[in-house]
Structure formats: C-alpha cells, structure tokens
C-alpha cells in the first residue's frame, strides 16, 4: 500500500526554522519525483518546492527561494524540507506529494503530474 507521511511541523515563532519530513514506502521511491505544497485557510493549495527523483534537480517557489531547501535520502524513503527564517505568511497545511514520473518542467505547473499526496501536517509561524 503506498503511503505518504508527513512530520516535523509544529508552531514557531517569527524567523525560526522547521524541518519537515516525508517518509515514503509502497513504491519504488527513487524512480520518482516528489513535491511539496501548502494550503493556508482560504487559499488554493499551492507548490513550494520540487525534487526530482535523483535530488539533483530541484525547484523553489519564489515566495520560499532562499530561505527553503528540499533534500532527500533515498536509503531511506524520505524527502526533507527545511524551512528558515519563517514568517506568518508561511503558515499552512504542509504535503508532500509522489510525481507521476521522475523530473520534467510540468511538475511546476500542473498539480495533476502528482498522483499520490500524504495527509498534511500543519506549520504555524506566530509570535
């Protein structure tokens, strides 16, 4: 059975860091891409970052260039994403989410190239 588990969010004050994990089994994990999004309380669900299933491609939002890094340990079935410096504008339900193929330019640009997606864990940036 495939499965996605997210961990590691919590509440953070205002420039602190989280580290968040996703543990994968079920699949052949390093045949695969593997995504992060996030979906704060009345906004669409949106990417954040992208790691192809060798982790030597990767991709940044904008809104988390510079302050996010996605990594991931095929040994052990787990993408990471550590974020820094944290504002409240980062609060969100975290997912990550298996790509239907291991790298290509429309895991940027259509949510549908993700065919598996974890339950979320929820990260909260407030003083």
């Known amino acids: 059975q495939l499965q996605l588990v997210e961990s590691g969010g919590g509440l953070v004050q205002p420039g602190g860091s989280l580290r968040l994990s996703c543990a994968a089994s079920?699949?052949?994990?390093?045949?695969?891409?593997i995504g992060w999004f996030r979906q704060a309380p009345g906004k669409e669900r949106e990417g954040v970052s992208y790691?192809?299933?060798?982790?030597?491609?990767?991709h940044y939002a904008d809104s988390v260039k510079g302050r996010f890094a996605i990594s991931r340990d095929n040994a052990k079935n787990t993408v990471y994403l550590q974020m820094n410096s944290l504002t409240p504008e980062d609060t969100a339900v975290y997912y990550c989410a298996k790509a239907k193929i291991a790298w290509g330019i429309i895991l940027i640009t259509n949510q549908r190239a993700f065919d598996y997606w974890g339950q979320g864990t929820q990260v909260t940036v407030s003083s």
């Open positions: 079920g699949f052949t994990f390093d045949n695969y891409a």
């Open positions: 790691i192809s299933n060798s982790g030597d491609n990767t």
